[in-house]
């Protein structure tokens, strides 16, 4: 019963440096999302992909990159660490494309320290 | 521009006491609202998810209000438990995304 996974559970990077955050879900939902949760913040939305083969910015896109491999899969990746980045990561995916009313399952997150 | 906003920040409650948790939001266009636990250094676990055309919804001890003409939720948690102790989250999702309150963080004492 994994639902949402993502690897690394924990990641330091220089500034600089690039890295691929991975996500994989096992319901067969339609939408895969990445958020960042930073203190004072809350959660935000970096890119999300309404169904497999696309892709959209959500409210804090720049300095990211996405790509869903497949259905199940949805990565995101950091061309060139900034200490800005310096957040936890969390990946969430739900049934149905973005405006229809369904909730979302996210997982454990993704902590990263960028130095 | 959606903003939601959980009050009070922090709560701290003796066990056994019912315990109401606010969550308001500026513009009632919503499709939906879902209230979300999270545990220290964990994700988010989805508690309840009223519908825009619902008032509430009910799980276990669990039980949210939806009133969008106010641009309010609350979520009250009867009879609470050291266990009930994290951070709770509420999220409106409105056209393609949730726009997430900044939560509020809950103790219950033994």
Redesign the interface.
């Known amino acids: 019963n994994a639902g ?1 996974t993502q690897t690394p559970k924990f990641q330091v990077l220089k500034t600089g440096q690039s890295m691929t955050l991975q996500c994989a879900q096992d319901m067969n939902h339609n939408s895969m ?1 990445w958020y960042r949760q930073d203190p ?6 970096i890119y ?1 992909s ?1 169904s497999e083969g696309t892709t ?1 910015k ?2 804090v896109p720049n300095g990211y990159n996405v790509s869903r491999l497949n259905k199940r899969e949805f990565s995101l990746r950091l061309e060139s660490a900034a200490p800005s980045q310096t957040s936890v990561y ?1 990946c ?1 995916s739900s049934e149905a494309p ?4 369904y ?7 993704t902590r990263l320290t960028v130095t | 521009k959606q903003e939601v906003t959980q009050i009070p920040a922090a709560l701290s409650v003796p066990e056994g006491e019912n315990l109401v948790l606010n969550c308001s939001f500026t513009d009632s266009a919503i ?2 609202l ?1 209230w ?1 636990r999270q545990d220290p ?6 508690l309840l ?1 009223i ?2 055309s619902q008032r509430e919804q009910t799980s276990g001890r669990l039980n949210a209000s939806l009133d969008k003409s106010s641009g309010r939720s609350t979520l009250y948690i009867a009879a609470s438990q050291p266990g009930d102790s994290a951070t709770y ?1 509420c ?1 409106v ?1 409105e ?4 726009i ?4 509020t963080e809950l103790s219950v004492k033994p």
């Open positions: 949402v999302y004072g913040m809350g959660l935000r939305l999300y309404a959209d959500g409210e969390f969430a973005m405006g229809v009313a909730e979302q399952y996210f997982g454990p997150g | 499709y939906n879902q979300f250094g964990k994700g988010l676990t989805s998810l519908q825009s989250l999220a999702k056209g393609g995304k949730l997430f309150g900044q939560g």
